[in-house]
């Protein structure tokens, strides 16, 4: 398949299926943490090409629940707005791709787009952790648990301020990325 995975510098998606032998490419503003195929740009300079199948990670600052207090600032200033709008713009741009999903955390989407179809844990993917994750499917099953482990630390919400914590905190888990390149891989 050829796989478009958006808005990821991390490389953890498009590796998974590269490694499953698909042709994957990730895309992101920033340049790729690990090497392969990789546009740093805009996604929607390549969201027309024929994929068969597209992740999208849009930035969930200005939609997470986790940031709620911020909510009156963000819509103030439009930065809520401008999320909103990039996240709707990446579910009509891809109404091509056969298979599509989109990945955020627990977020203002699920009011003023759809419930998400799915919300997984990396727990349920041999990651000892809770980050509940929601899941917008089109043309997709719901990922079947891959690995459920003991323990349910909450790492990501504990991690101490500092400049890169919105980037240790959006990298998807591995398992997770494992799961999706083996079950939607496999279709």
Same mark, same amino acid.
């Given at each position: 398949?050829?796989?478009?995975?958006?808005?990821?510098?991390s490389?953890?998606?498009?590796?998974?299926?590269?490694?499953?032998?698909?042709?994957?490419?990730?895309c992101?503003l920033m340049?790729?943490?690990s090497?392969?195929?990789?546009?740093?740009?805009?996604?929607?300079?390549?969201?027309?090409?024929?994929?068969?199948?597209?992740?999208?990670? %849009?930035?969930?600052?200005?939609?997470?629940?986790?940031g709620? &207090?911020?909510?009156a600032?963000? +819509? #103030?200033?439009?930065?809520?707005?401008?999320?909103v709008?990039?996240?709707?713009?990446?579910v009509?741009?891809?109404?091509?791709?056969p298979?599509?999903a989109i990945e955020?955390?627990?977020?203002?989407?699920s009011t003023?787009?759809?419930?998400?179809?799915?919300v997984?844990?990396p727990w349920?993917?041999?990651?000892?952790?809770t980050k509940?994750?929601?899941l917008?499917?089109k043309?997709? %099953?719901?990922?079947n648990?891959s690995?459920i482990?003991?323990? &349910?630390?909450n790492?990501?919400? +504990? #991690?101490p301020?500092?400049?890169?914590r919105?980037?240790?905190?959006?990298v998807?888990?591995?398992?997770?990325?494992?799961?999706?390149?083996t079950q939607?891989?496999?279709l």
């Amino acid at each position: 398949m050829k796989v478009l995975v958006g808005c990821e510098f991390s490389g953890v998606v498009r590796d998974a299926f590269i490694a499953q032998g698909h042709d994957a490419m990730s895309c992101d503003l920033m340049p790729t943490e690990s090497p392969g195929p990789h546009y740093q740009g805009d996604v929607f300079d390549v969201i027309d090409y024929p994929w068969d199948l597209a992740i999208f990670h %849009p930035e969930c600052t200005h939609l997470s629940v986790s940031g709620a &207090r911020h909510f009156a600032d963000k +819509r #103030m200033d439009g930065r809520q707005q401008a999320a909103v709008s990039f996240f709707m713009k990446l579910v009509r741009l891809s109404s091509h791709i056969p298979m599509t999903a989109i990945e955020n955390p627990v977020c203002i989407m699920s009011t003023l787009y759809r419930k998400p179809d799915q919300v997984v844990q990396p727990w349920q993917h041999g990651h000892g952790e809770t980050k509940a994750t929601c899941l917008w499917l089109k043309g997709l %099953p719901m990922l079947n648990p891959s690995n459920i482990v003991e323990g &349910r630390d909450n790492r990501i919400h +504990r #991690m101490p301020p500092s400049p890169d914590r919105w980037k240790a905190r959006s990298v998807t888990y591995q398992g997770i990325a494992n799961a999706m390149a083996t079950q939607w891989g496999a279709l």
